[in-house]
């Protein structure tokens, strides 16, 4: 334990950061410990962590003296945000910023940032082909990540940026999986046309950190992007129909019509999609699956997270 390089985790009760401390766990010999970082160290996640090995340490994204006493003495540390808890790009900037001061007071050598692409680069505020939302943004949960590198790169905090994809687990846990239509046939939609979508299996993200960190200081200062596969919606769509077996068509309504759905973060995941759909060159450029699995050899394609996890999807309306 005591020559092993301490990762800190922040969200190792979550799916990002629980997959890369699974992954380090999973290689008790790999020189690597895991710290996991939670608000509630008596949760059943942060004690099943523990039970495995884990030192668990409490700290919160909005208290930057728990986040520098959380990371003292670590070699690495994982930084993730979790917008969809607050819905907030103006808290998620100032969570980043505090993962990023902790880092630099602590002297962590290798961080690795969580982030995604800033698409106002790609569609500026005055561009009417999508809404700006809350007075600032186009796609609020990815321009705050992406607008919060500066934080790691102006605090000369040794980065690297991850880029990750769309989790197929959305399927199960977002709500984003396929419903019956009127006629009872199961619809999946989705709003991006014949456009493919890059996506990963979440646990497989995890297992890419661990990859770069391993990787250590030549991919410092590197924007990464990691994918399982990149599928269009009708590929989708057939992939759960093989999965289920059942029928599964493709419902490719409008980034518009998504917007209008009108569940809380309808109209930011509708300009997200649409960003993906028309920016699809360069969203998908950066997102290569065969480096993505010199990172993680076990890396997934949909058909093995189908095989895996196809049961768990909810079907009902
Ligand atoms: N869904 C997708 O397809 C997708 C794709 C790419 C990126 N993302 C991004 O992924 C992020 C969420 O990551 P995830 O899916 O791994 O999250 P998750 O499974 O919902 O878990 C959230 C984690 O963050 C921790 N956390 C939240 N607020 C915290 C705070 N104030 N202080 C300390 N820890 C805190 C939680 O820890 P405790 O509760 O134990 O404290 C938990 O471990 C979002 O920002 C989203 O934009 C999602």
């Given at each position: 334990m005591q020559d092993r390089k301490v990762i800190a985790v922040i969200g190792a009760t979550g799916a990002q950061g629980g997959g890369l401390a699974r992954a380090i766990l999973d290689d008790p010999d790999g020189g690597f410990a895991v710290r996991a970082i939670t608000r509630n160290v008596a949760s059943d996640k942060a004690k099943a962590l523990a039970a495995r090995g884990a030192e668990v340490v409490a700290a919160d994204l909005d208290d930057p003296a728990s986040l520098q006493r959380a990371f003292e003495g670590a070699y690495g540390a994982y930084c993730v945000t979790n917008f969809w808890e607050h819905f907030s790009?103006?808290?998620?900037?100032?969570?980043?910023?505090?993962l990023a001061q902790a880092a630099k007071?602590?002297?962590v050598r290798?961080?690795?940032?969580?982030?995604?692409?800033?698409?106002?680069q790609h569609v500026p505020l005055s561009d009417a082909r999508m809404p700006t939302l809350m007075g600032h943004y186009k796609v609020p949960h990815f321009d705050a990540k992406g607008e919060s590198?500066?934080?790691?790169?102006?605090?000369g905090v040794p980065t690297t940026f991850l880029l990750t994809s769309f989790y197929w687990d959305n399927l199960i846990h977002f709500g984003l999986g396929p419903k019956p239509g009127a006629d009872g046939v199961l619809e999946f939609t989705l709003p991006m046309g014949d456009?493919?979508?890059p996506g990963i299996a979440v646990e497989d993200i995890g297992r890419s950190a661990y990859g770069i960190f391993k990787q250590g200081d030549a991919l410092i200062g590197k924007t990464v992007g990691i994918v399982g596969e990149s599928l269009?919606?009708?590929?989708m769509a057939e992939g759960l129909a093989r999965a289920l077996g059942r029928p599964v068509r493709y419902n490719a309504v409008t980034p518009a019509q998504f917007r209008g759905f009108g569940f809380p973060g309808a109209d930011d995941l509708g300009n997200m999609f649409q960003f993906k759909q028309e920016f699809a060159r360069e969203f998908g450029a950066p997102r290569d699956p065969e480096r993505t699995r010199t990172?993680?050899?076990k890396l997934?394609?949909?058909?093995?997270?189908?095989?895996?996890?196809?049961?768990e999807i909810p079907l009902e309306a």
């Open positions: 790009p103006e808290k998620e900037k100032a969570q980043a910023r505090n007071a602590a002297g290798h961080v690795i940032w969580s982030t995604l692409e800033d698409t106002r590198n500066a934080y790691f790169t102006e605090a456009a493919p979508l269009t919606g009708a590929q990172l993680d050899p997934q394609t949909y058909a093995q997270w189908l095989q895996a996890h196809a049961a």
